[in-house]
Structure formats: structure tokens, C-alpha cells
């Protein structure tokens, strides 16, 4: 029987010169859904929390209610939802109920209107309540939450978030507009390992939800953990998963600096997971050298599977053959040049902000290159404007800094046809 999942672990070079010591190893760790395997599928638990504070009056609100509304006729029977509103208080509009009933449903979306304040732990805190209702195990838990301006009580949001990362529930976090924080938005979301996502113009809203849903009703593995166990010397300087969207992941460090663990969440049926480990490598002689073990650990519901693991071993050669230490993986390089993209744009607007105008064009310019190489269009049309508009004001305004901000956390896939 073929394996319901695959691990391919690729470094940017195969081979390392002999006696030198803290070499970086790049290493790309693809986790693959068999596509040739039935894996069934999961019920969904979709929590919707939108922001009803007055400044969302009129095309923002009216859009959202839409957007929920498609949402609600897209879900099947046996999906779970509940909707939240939220101002200086939150409001259940659907509590937390099976989506058989579509008209009941719509007609209490239809209801939601504008109140003043924004206080969106309140509406955070509500939704996990409500969600908490359908059983969280063996669903696919999603929260979007949609928000135009800033909030009190952004130590509570992140602290929320921090506490549902153990329970399962990935929280996509949108903004809309000039006004919120893309900050705390964006800590939300990669702590949950959801997406961040910055929209222009409210036409965008019914979108962004419909993809959060795709991706959802897409995910046919679960609970997905995977152990780094470097070898001797070895050390794990870090982790990101860099595909379907950047997170930097934060391990869980065991065994005294021998176990590095991370939460992956779901696999979707469609798409690889891809994870950048950064290593430092130790100086050795000659030869082949195993330089990690990679675990991971993962539930196919649908196919009543609870405890399965996939792992694989990863060597390097040491060599003296300079022509050989050479020789990089571009795909690999590919990838890590995403991170480093998206570590160029925070640099530059963080650079900006001290006035450093010369050091965040440098920067900007550097990232425009690699998304331009990569064929990430969207955002080097995004840096493009940032730049030009550095040059023309020396400020970054707020939709750009949000723009390419969220931007950058939307990786490509990169396909080996076209890696040169």
C-alpha cells in the first residue's frame, strides 16, 4: 500500500569542505500528500469575526455581509459556523450550529449592523467559545477575522493567540485599510500559522474569504508535528515554513537541544507544505555524515488513521573538491531567497521608520530583485511602488508598509521545470 504521505529533504549544496567549522546547511523539507491515496476529507468548524465599529459603515460592512453570506451557502451540511461581531463588546449573531439550515443562517448575517468601538479580543474570545461547541478534534478549526482600524487590548489578542496554538485553531487575520495594525494582525495569524492579508479596496473581502474556505475544506491530513534531531555538532540556527505562506515557526526545544519540535497544522490535498530548516554544521573529516533526522508525526481522519509518521535521514559528503562544494540546488536556494525577501522588506520598514531613507531603498531594491527572479509579480509591482514612492516623498505610507507587508508573506511555489 503506498503511504498516505512523503518527506523529501533537499540541501542548497551536497557537499561541504572538511575541517571547517559552522558551515550553514540550507535544508528544504517538502511534506506531500499522496494525490494516488483516497484520504477522505473533515468537517469544517469556521468561526467568522468581523469588526463592526463605526468606521466599517457602508461599503466595508455591506461587503463583509456578502462575503459571510457566500461563505454560509458554500459550506455542506455537516460543516460547523458560527459568526461574531465585535465593537467595545462582541456579539453572537450565529452561535456555533451545523450548517444544514442555510435560510435561518443568512437571515441572521443579513441582520448585522454597525455599533461603535473596537475591542477585538472580544470578539476572539467569543469565537473560541463558540467553536469550542462542535468538538474541536478531527475538524478543521478556522477562524477569519476581519478588522479595519486598531483595537484596545492588543496584549490580549496576541495572548489569545498564543494560547490557541495547542488547540488547533488556525486564525486568519485581514485587515482592511489604512488604519489597523499590521503588526499585531500579522502575530496573530503566524502564531496560529494562519495567513495575514491586507486588502486594498473592500471588493476584495468576499475573496479572501472564499480562499480561507477553499484552503480549509482542502486540508485531508491533521495535527501535523515534525521532529528536527540534528546530529552531533549540528546546531538549528532556524525554522520557517516558507509554503503555502511564510511563518517563522518557534520549536519546541527537548532532550536537551537534541529534539526540535514544531507544529505544522494541516496539509491540504492540493499543495506540499515546505519547511526552510538553517543549520550550522560542525567540522568533520572526510566522508559521509548523517547531519539530521527529520519526524513527522500526523492523523488522517478520514481514513480513521491517528499516530502515523513519515521520517528521513539527511547526509552531507565532506569533501577537499572545491568544484563540487560549489555545486547548488536552485530550487532549494529558491526558496530560502523567499525568506530573505521577506526579511529585506521588514528591514527596510524598519529603516524607514528611524529616517534611514538610503539603508530602506538599498533594502526594498534587494527584495524587488529576488520576487522579480522568482516571477512573484504581484509583489515586485508591490516594492516597485514602495520605491518609487520613497524616492519621490522619502516615507513609506501606511497602505504600502501594510501592502507589502502582507505581501511578502505570500509565497510561490517554484516548480523544478523552471528553476535554472
Given at each position: ?10 540541501l542548497a549544496r551536497d557537499y561541504a569542505m572538511i575541517n571547517v567549522e559552522d558551515t550553514l546547511g540550507y535544508l ?110 478531527n475538524k478543521i478549526n478556522r477562524m477569519i477575522l476581519l478588522t479595519d482600524g486598531e483595537t484596545e487590548g492588543e ?266
Amino acid at each position: 500500500m503506498a503511504a498516505e504521505m512523503t518527506i523529501e529533504c533537499k540541501l542548497a549544496r551536497d557537499y561541504a569542505m572538511i575541517n571547517v567549522e559552522d558551515t550553514l546547511g540550507y535544508l528544504l523539507i517538502k511534506a506531500v500528500p499522496n494525490s494516488s491515496v483516497q484520504l477522505g476529507s473533515m468537517p469544517l468548524n469556521i468561526g467568522v469575526v468581523i469588526d463592526v465599529s463605526r468606521s466599517m459603515k457602508g461599503r466595508k460592512l455591506e461587503v463583509a455581509i456578502e462575503a459571510t453570506k457566500l461563505l454560509v451557502s458554500s459550506l455542506q451540511e455537516q460543516d460547523w459556523l458560527s459568526v461574531i461581531t465585535f465593537s467595545d463588546d462582541a456579539q453572537i449573531v450565529i452561535p456555533a450550529v451545523q450548517a444544514s439550515d442555510k435560510a435561518t443562517l443568512l437571515a441572521a448575517v443579513g441582520k448585522i449592523r454597525v455599533i461603535n468601538g473596537t475591542r477585538m479580543f472580544h470578539g476572539m474570545e467569543a469565537s473560541i467559545r463558540e467553536m469550542r461547541k462542535s468538538g474541536l478534534p478531527n475538524k478543521i478549526n478556522r477562524m477569519i477575522l476581519l478588522t479595519d482600524g486598531e483595537t484596545e487590548g492588543e496584549e490580549r489578542c496576541r495572548i489569545i493567540a498564543t494560547q490557541e496554538r495547542s488547540s488547533d485553531i488556525v486564525i486568519s487575520a485581514v485587515g482592511i485599510g489604512k488604519r489597523y495594525n499590521e503588526n499585531l494582525l500579522s502575530e496573530v495569524a503566524d502564531t496560529t500559522l494562519g495567513r495575514f492579508s491586507h486588502l486594498k479596496s473592500p471588493e476584495q473581502i468576499t475573496e479572501i474569504f472564499q480562499k480561507e474556505l477553499s484552503m480549509a475544506a482542502a486540508s485531508v491530513i491533521s495535527d501535523v508535528t515534525m521532529d528536527v534531531l540534528p546530529g552531533e555538532g549540528v546546531r538549528v540556527e532556524s525554522l520557517d515554513r516558507v509554503f503555502p505562506n511564510s511563518v517563522r515557526l518557534q520549536p519546541i526545544i527537548e532532550d536537551n537541544g537534541r529534539v526540535f519540535k514544531v507544529d505544522l497544522g494541516n496539509l491540504t490535498k492540493d499543495d506540499p507544505t515546505i519547511i526552510g530548516a538553517r543549520l550550522k554544521l560542525p567540522s568533520a573529516p572526510a566522508g559521509r555524515v548523517k547531519i539530521t533526522r527529520i519526524l513527522l508525526h500526523y492523523d488522517i481522519p478520514g481514513l480513521g488513521i491517528t499516530g502515523g509518521t513519515e521520517s528521513q535521514d539527511v547526509f552531507i559528503e565532506y569533501t577537499v573538491n572545491q568544484e563540487l562544494c560549489g555545486q547548488v540546488d536552485r530550487e532549494v536556494v529558491s526558496y530560502f531567497n523567499q525568506i530573505n525577501a521577506q526579511n529585506l522588506i521588514e528591514e527596510a520598514i524598519r529603516q524607514t521608520r528611524v529616517g534611514n531613507i538610503d539603508e530602506a531603498t538599498q533594502s526594498l531594491s534587494q527584495a524587488q530583485a529576488i520576487t522579480e527572479k522568482l516571477g512573484n509579480l504581484p509583489l515586485t509591482q508591490d516594492i516597485r511602488e514602495a520605491l518609487d514612492e520613497l524616492e519621490a516623498k522619502g516615507i513609506l505610507s501606511p497602505e504600502n508598509v501594510k501592502t507589502i507587508k502582507a505581501g511578502s508573506r505570500q509565497t510561490v511555489q517554484v516548480k523544478k521545470s523552471d528553476v535554472k
